[in-house]
């Protein structure tokens, strides 16, 4: 069953509530687009914070603007119920509308759980280019992020806003976020990666004295701080973020049953307590920034980006405990993009290592329940796996409805079947038999002077479920 740290953290973590902010600017940074419905007023034509006509970063714009995104995006669905079934042999008592137990029949009542019911729903998305599928609304003014999400089966706005929901311990909270901050210097508002995290949690109706309803919800945002102050060696007009949400839903109910009474007024009373778990994990990797004008994209010459790569990886087989099981891990490294503006065509280099978040499965080990990585770790593929994938793509510099038409993106794959013998993806020191695989970037700032996307890898291996997304940025 769901384990009662989960459940203790997002109920403490449900005690934070939404805060609302302002209006904001609508669209992709540098184009013209219509309205969409989203938390606060939304206009049209955004103009970003400007120096003169020099573009200002991330950190220095002070209108509100909403952006697309570079994105992946994963979708769980766990569901198990469970039927506790107590059965009592009764007699008729003094009366015949009041039973007692009957005396000859031991051990009355007998109670056992029935055999569970499981399993497990799993839905996995990259949008092509720069999608409205997901898209950030950033307030300055407020100091909120104001997510729209739309994609992998998924449909979600959180709001977070400082100071209410910035912590220090999201991972403590819900063992499915990951620690991203190695070393913590003394001054934590510094750390390079920032934590929102919200929540909610309501429980109703009564059941055998336990709650009818339950329902623990734990949504937390995390990024790459585009301030120098803070990430000194970090992009600027780009900027990496993760999203999990992390959902818990507990219904109880009862069913019960009698027997015929014989002719000594013997009968039997089954009593079912059926409880229906459902766990929705939502994760998401997805860059946003200040898109770069095509006229900024060099035509000629090349160019070599460097910076973070953040990536989560779905790792799981059915053969080891005879049922669905999945590792919930995440990747963090470096990624290098190398472009020839010449013949429009890139190179993407990732290099990582594994970090261990937590365990989720309908099988007989860690049943429907996500597993503290410190108390209870449990890795298919051991912390601080080494993971290399090289891939490469073509620029498009053309206007195209997969992007801004006032801006160049690229797009590729991790293919092992492509002209470069150089093009795989290794994770643990073995080749990955690669399905599918996909790459998503663009140029940013006002002399693209930064790059930034999203990838997926999508594994091939039988009875083996490995799937990667993440982000990357450079500069």
Not at 171 to 180: C, E
Not at 291 to 299: F, G, I, M, Q, R
Not at 365 to 394: E, M, R, W
Request: contains cysteine.
């Amino acid at each position: 069953m769901i384990s009662s740290k989960l459940i203790l953290s997002l109920a403490c973590a449900g005690l934070l509530g939404a805060c609302s902010g302002g209006g904001s600017n609508e669209g992709s940074i540098l184009t013209t687009s219509t309205a969409a419905t989203g938390n606060g007023t939304v206009s049209t034509n955004p103009t970003p914070t400007t120096s003169g006509t020099v573009l200002l970063p991330i950190a220095q714009q002070t209108a509100a603007q909403t952006y697309n995104t570079f994105s992946a995006s994963q979708h769980f669905d766990d569901k198990l119920t469970t039927t506790k079934r107590t059965i009592s042999a009764l007699i008729q008592g003094a009366t015949a509308d009041i039973p007692k137990l009957d005396p000859s029949v031991s051990p009355n009542p007998v109670s056992f759980t029935v055999p569970t019911v499981a399993g497990q729903f799993y839905q996995a998305e990259q949008p092509v280019g720069s999608s409205a599928n997901l898209k950030i609304t950033y307030d300055p003014r407020d100091s909120t992020y104001a997510l729209i999400i739309a994609t992998a089966g998924i449909t979600d706005n959180p709001k977070f806003q400082d100071p209410i929901h910035r912590t220090i311990l999201a991972a403590a909270n819900d063992p499915a976020v990951p620690d991203l901050v190695t070393a913590p210097g003394a001054d934590r508002t510094l750390d390079p990666i920032k934590y929102y995290q919200a929540g909610n949690g309501t429980v109703s109706g009564s059941v055998d004295g336990l709650p009818a309803n339950e329902v623990y919800n734990t949504p937390t945002l995390f990024f790459a701080d585009p301030d120098p102050k803070s990430n000194p060696n970090g992009t600027r007009y780009v900027t990496w973020n993760g999203y999990i949400n992390n959902q818990v839903t507990i219904n109880r109910s009862v069913a019960e049953s009698s027997t015929i009474a014989d002719a000594n007024g013997r009968y039997t009373t089954t009593h079912d307590l059926i409880t229906a778990y459902e766990n929705k994990l939502d994760r998401h990797a997805f860059v946003y920034g200040l898109n770069s004008p095509n006229s900024a994209v060099p035509k000629s010459g090349s160019g070599s980006f460097t910076g973070d790569m953040f990536a989560f990886i779905t790792d799981g087989t059915t053969a080891s405990v005879g049922a669905s099981i999945s590792d919930f891990q995440y990747l963090k490294g470096t990624a290098t993009t190398t472009v020839n503006f010449s013949s429009n065509t890139f190179q993407l280099t990732l290099d990582g290592k594994v970090g261990l978040v937590g365990v989720n499965g309908s099988g007989t080990q860690g049943q429907y329940t996500y597993l503290d990585p410190i108390q209870s770790p449990k890795t298919l593929v051991a912390l601080g796996t080494a993971f290399h994938a090289v891939g490469n793509g073509s620029i498009a510099r053309s206007p195209s409805a997969a992007f801004d038409a006032l801006s160049s993106a690229f797009s590729g794959s991790f293919n092992t079947t492509n002209a470069n013998p150089n093009n795989i993806a290794t994770y643990g020191g073995n080749n990955v038999i690669v399905a599918a695989s996909s790459i998503e970037g663009g140029f940013f700032g006002p002399t693209a002077q930064e790059v930034g996307g999203a990838f997926r890898i999508i594994g091939k291996t039988p009875d083996h479920r490995l799937d990667i997304i993440g982000a990357f940025v450079g500069k």
